[in-house]
């Protein structure tokens, strides 16, 4: 009878790295939830920590109350007037949504001319860069009186706040193509808008999307710097009037409340970010960019 030889098969065993990375993350439903924790608790300290500083200062009478209000008062002022501070708030957030929407799509169809055509991106790319360089605060004013008092002029300040770094940051994404794959696409008969679909454009949103969070925070900056210069609602409206009447607790929560909205619209697109582009190195769980 002929010997059955065997081949022992070797064992197969993860990478001492692999291993590790799966012992620390977590399973079950609560693993984004564990994630988020553990990449907040330390800016949230630090929010605590500045909070808690504010309290002291304030309640050992080192500044005077009509320069540094006390955070309790502060928030005596919302909640004395919330009905106040939700419409102002609703006015500020509606125009930094339309003009971020707006900033978005033209944003991104001027970075793909430009990155089609050399011509329009030599010609195009010293003006973006010389109207970028201009403080909106100048030319808010000739906003109002070309287009009045308004929804128009806020918008069109919120757009051109957030239009630069969407506009650089998906045609730097839509250049850093490798070429061999732009040409391996052509050799497989793939025209323009097929290698525009699959190659070009989705490997610009890692690029896009840092762009856009960027722009989240300058589009709220925006559309208060069009209240500044003339509206009779919004937060902008609401900081000028704090600021004329000496009110600095409404004045702060003004700015509280301004800063909240550009954090909120800020995770918003990080979470539209992390459903996009859940495979990129941007979204592991040790960077110091990501909330999720």
């Not at 010609?123 to 008092?149: D, R």
Request: hydrophobic fraction near 55%.
């Amino acid at each position: 009878m002929a010997a059955q030889s065997t081949i022992e098969q070797p064992e197969r065993t993860a990478p001492a790295g692999a291993t590790a990375s799966a012992a620390r993350r977590p399973a079950g439903a609560g693993a984004g939830l564990l994630r988020f924790a553990r990449n907040t608790w330390r800016p949230a300290a630090v929010l605590v920590a500045i909070l808690a500083v504010w309290w002291l200062v304030t309640a050992a009478d080192l500044v005077k109350p009509y320069l540094v209000p006390s955070p309790g008062t502060t928030l005596d002022v919302v909640l004395a007037q919330p009905g106040y501070f939700a419409h102002h708030t609703w006015i500020t957030t509606y125009e930094t949504v339309l003009g971020f929407a707006i900033a978005i799509v033209v944003g991104v169809l001027a970075a793909v001319v430009m990155v089609y055509s050399p011509t329009v991106e030599k010609s195009l790319y010293p003006l973006l860069l010389f109207a970028q360089v201009i403080p909106k605060i100048a030319i808010a004013p000739l906003f109002i009186v070309w287009l009045g008092f308004g929804l128009s002029p806020k918008v069109v300040v919120a757009v051109l706040m957030a239009f630069f770094p969407i506009v650089i940051s998906t045609v730097t994404g839509m250049k850093s193509i490798d070429p061999e794959m732009l040409q391996l696409s052509a050799t497989m008969g793939a025209g323009p808008a097929q290698t525009f679909r699959k190659i070009r454009f989705p490997a610009a949103l890692p690029h896009l999307f840092a762009g856009l969070k960027v722009a989240a925070t300058m589009a709220v900056t925006g559309a208060v710097v069009g209240e500044f210069v003339g509206a009779n609602e919004g937060l902008g409206y609401v900081i000028l009037q704090a600021n004329g009447n000496l009110d600095t607790p409404t004045l702060f929560a003004g700015l509280i409340i301004m800063s909240l909205l550009g954090v909120l619209l800020f995770v918003v697109v990080e979470l539209l970010e992390y459903l996009v582009l859940p495979w990129h190195a941007s979204r592991r769980t040790d960077a110091a960019t990501t909330t999720l």
